[in-house]
């Protein structure tokens, strides 16, 4: 091979590695840029977040510091720039900056959502979140007591709200989130005082909390505090044996059921939703039933919700629970009986003749 030869092969390898290097360029460039388009399409309104936030599985005496740790004022001075390189997201995050320079506190909380969901910026993220609970957001307030929790610090329930345990933090900002009288705010209180084991005053915030949610029409509250309420009164039931205690529980289990009332539309997803619920009452009927002096009323309740829990569990979540039971109750299992079960257990009625007819 002569010298020709070789520089012309040389030249060759060098085409083919700038060749290479140009599409991998490319390729990253158009996946980013893909990235956006889909995020673009996935997240088309803010709410969308904060329905995400909602759905997680979340709750002054003496004057104290309430500054979520390690957050940087200064940081707010570079905000535009930041959001330079965030695609879809920075006209929207620049759209709330504005609103929230102007006092607005929703556009705050929702300028702290984005950062935390789509930026992952936890500097950003805090100071934010400080500042539309300083500016009177309730659950703002709230997630900034849940930062000195004792049960989110233990198990990182929430790794960007750890500041570490502070039950004087924590009371702070439970109580002003109370003190707006919001019904959310009033159980944020009640979840504090469930953490210092104060459950005389907790579960009468839970009860204020209820009647507030039903004024504001706020659903979230509601089921949150009523099952609290529910679990509360089965398991003192449990133990006492008194009448009102199951009274009482069979009471905010069926308020569960009924909160947005019977449901008439046949592809509700309403009884996969309350499930667990079912099932609680179902097992709850069912002890009733077992003792001395129970009517047999309650062995048709409990068949009626042991029976639906079965159809509706796909997924065999409560299957060993209520298994057992079920066995026992074969004498009230009968398709001929569903329209006299609605009769007797009328909170049961919700579930769409779809699921009855099985």
């Known amino acids: 091979m002569n010298a020709w030869e070789i520089r012309d092969l040389i030249l060759f390898i060098l085409i083919i590695i700038l060749l290479i290097i140009s599409a ?63 695609g879809v997201h920075t006209a929207k995050i620049q759209s709330f900056k504005a609103q929230a320079d102007m006092g607005d506190a929703e556009a705050m909380y929702n300028l702290s959502l984005m950062f935390k969901f789509f930026i992952k910026d936890k500097v950003q993220y805090l100071l934010w979140l400080e500042k539309a609970a300083n500016a ?33 933090k924590y009371y702070y900002w439970a109580k002003k989130a109370a003190d707006t009288g919001r019904a959310r705010g009033v159980c944020e209180l009640a979840d504090y005082y469930r953490e210092e084991e ?30 609290l309420l529910a679990d509360r009164y089965e398991m003192l039931w449990t133990f006492d044996n008194k009448e009102e205690e199951f009274l009482a529980a069979q009471k905010y289990y069926s308020f569960i059921l009924f909160y947005n009332g019977d449901t008439e539309d046949p592809d509700s997803d309403y009884p996969m939703k309350y499930l667990s619920t079912v099932s609680k009452l179902g097992c709850m009927y069912y002890r009733r039933y077992q003792k001395d002096g129970a009517s047999s009323q309650y062995g048709r309740l409990a068949a009626y919700c042991l029976f639906m829990s079965s159809i509706c569990d796909l997924k065999g979540i409560y299957k060993k ?27 049961c009625a919700y579930l769409p003749d779809k699921i009855i007819n099985k």
């Open 321 to 347: 629970l209520i298994s057992e039971p079920l066995s026992q109750l074969t004498e009230f299992i009968s398709v001929d009986d569903m329209i006299e079960w609605e009769v007797h257990a009328r909170h």
């Open 198 to 227: 104060d459950y005389e005053n907790a579960y009468q915030y839970y009860k204020d909390a209820l009647e507030k949610s039903g004024e504001e029409n706020d659903e979230y509250t509601a089921l949150y505090a009523a099952g």
């Open 24 to 86: 991998v360029i490319f390729y990253k460039k158009n996946k980013k840029q893909n990235l956006y388009d889909s995020s673009s399409e996935e997240i088309t309104d803010i709410e969308e977040s904060v329905v995400a936030v909602e759905n997680y599985a979340y709750p002054e005496e003496k004057q104290v510091s309430v500054k979520a740790p390690a957050v940087e004022k200064t940081m707010e001075e570079n905000i535009v720039c930041k959001t330079e390189n965030y």
């Open 136 to 168: 009177g957001h309730v659950k703002a307030m709230g997630y900034m007591g849940q930062g000195y929790s004792k049960s989110n610090n233990e198990e990182g329930l929430d790794p960007f709200l750890m500041f570490g345990y502070s039950k004087e």
